[in-house]
């Protein structure tokens, strides 16, 4: 499968991402935030970072970039758009994400391990992680405090698209394991038609054993299987 | 001509730093804070001779797309 990441002025996971993506098997390119075409990607990442300079706010500039003409259309189409930590900021600025993500409860920069817990396997993002497993990933933010109004919310619940939400080791949705305030410990969430997520956590940080974890794996995976999926359905 | 924007979070949100500030306000000594809210101030110099009312209409729509994010904040928009 080939993957587009993006690459915007002061973006510094996007490397990892291409990483992450090529230590699964596939492929990966970079894609500067001034191409106006995604190429033959398949699914495209944004990536974390501080685009801009996370001027005026995180993701508000980097919404306006040619490239995210793309990323709209692409998305429109159906295609897997993964926002990952400022990627997900940029998402829900440029509104394909609902909600927005504001400073942290505790004004501090959290930099450590915490515990998702899949609210649905229903999602392509979530479908290859097992019930009862709780992913340890990796997070590193000044501003993830997942917020979105009441009607917002309801409609989330509702509509299943809350995908992630931090929890404890034993997967209960404390709010000590929440790192940043975010409502509902909501750590990701995905569109309606639930072909776009975004998620504070790094799951391209977790791929390989040394690095700690490899729980970041089962979402690039569910992508994996979507898109093979898909491209059998097509071949058939 | 100049026009001031300030952007606030809304009443809604939490907010951290305005919480902050009112703490340290009180252990500095001022009593009688009831609320501290900590937004952004932008000023934007027009070129001489704009339309006033045009740029109004054009920052207005600058102040909704971009200068402030409706789903956590709101703004004030003054034009001299």
Request: charged share 20%; hydrophobic share 40%.
């Amino acid at each position: 499968m080939n993957f587009a990441v993006l690459q915007f002025p002061a973006s510094n996971c996007d490397q990892d991402a291409v990483h992450a993506v090529q230590v699964l098997g596939h492929r990966a390119r970079l894609v500067w935030h001034k191409e106006h075409s995604l190429g033959d990607a398949q699914a495209v990442i944004v990536p974390g970072g501080f685009s801009y300079g996370d001027y005026l706010r995180c993701g508000a500039i980097a919404r306006f970039s040619p490239v995210m003409q793309a990323v709209k259309q692409f998305a429109d189409n159906g295609g897997l758009v993964l926002g990952i930590c400022n990627g997900f900021q940029v998402l829900t600025e440029a509104g394909l994400l609902p909600g927005a993500l504001v400073r942290n409860r505790d004004l501090q920069f959290h930099c450590e391990y915490v515990f998702l817990k899949a609210a649905t396997a229903q999602s392509p993002f979530t479908s290859q992680i097992p019930a009862e497993k709780w992913l340890r990933l990796p997070i590193a933010h000044g501003e993830g405090c997942y917020y979105a109004d009441e009607t917002t919310l309801a409609r989330l619940q509702a509509n299943q698209q809350i995908l992630w939400q931090y929890c404890d080791q034993q997967g209960n949705l404390t709010d000590r394991a929440n790192p940043n305030g975010s409502l509902l410990n909501i750590a990701g969430v995905c569109n309606e038609r639930r072909n776009v997520a975004g998620l504070m956590p790094h799951p391209e940080r977790a791929c390989e054993r040394i690095l700690g974890s490899e729980d970041g794996r089962l979402i690039f995976e569910g992508m994996i299987a979507a898109l093979e999926g898909a491209s059998r359905a097509q071949a058939a | 001509m100049k026009a001031r924007i300030i952007v606030t979070p809304k009443k809604a949100v939490v907010d951290p730093q305005g919480k902050t500030v009112q703490n340290a306000l009180a252990q500095m000594g001022y009593h009688g804070v009831a609320a501290v809210h900590v937004g952004k101030y932008i000023e934007i110099e027009l070129a001489p001779g704009t339309d006033k009312a045009a740029a109004r209409r054009a920052l207005d729509d600058a102040c909704h797309k971009f200068l402030s994010n409706p789903i956590i904040e709101d703004y004030k928009l003054e034009i001299e």
